[in-house]
């Protein structure tokens, strides 16, 4: 059974940073490209990065790009999101997921950005 568990989420003021953290199992990890996407209140899930398997590949929303580090450590099972200056507009309930609409993901981790 698939399961990925977030976490490293919480409040921050805005210019703030956060790393976030999902911890995968119940598939060959190494062997399968992971995502975050994301839920503003209110809104769809947005897709927000990506990585391939062995890692040497990622992308960015464009909303992101720049203040987001997307990586992952195989010989862990661990996704990871970096992100910094953080705005109020990312503001949301993150997930990583094994497919890019987030059909197969997490419970989440809230990241709250205000002042």
């Known amino acids: 059974e698939v399961q990925l568990v977030e976490s490293g989420g919480g409040w921050v003021l805005p210019g703030g940073s956060l790393r976030l953290s999902c911890a995968a199992s119940?598939?060959?990890?190494?062997?399968?490209?992971m995502f975050w996407v994301r839920q503003a209140p209110g809104k769809g899930l947005e897709w927000v990065s990506t990585?391939?398997?062995?890692?040497?590949?990622?992308e960015y929303a464009d909303p992101v790009k720049g203040r987001f580090i997307i990586s992952r450590d195989n010989a862990e099972n661990m996704l990871n999101l970096r992100m910094d200056s953080l705005t109020p507009e990312d503001t949301a309930l993150y997930y990583c997921?094994?497919?890019?609409?987030?059909?197969?993901r997490g419970q989440g981790t809230q990241v709250t950005v205000s002042t």
């Open positions: 997921a094994t497919d890019r609409r987030g059909t197969n």
């Open positions: 990585i391939s398997a062995a890692g040497r590949f990622t």
């Open positions: 119940g598939f060959t990890f190494s062997s399968t490209a």
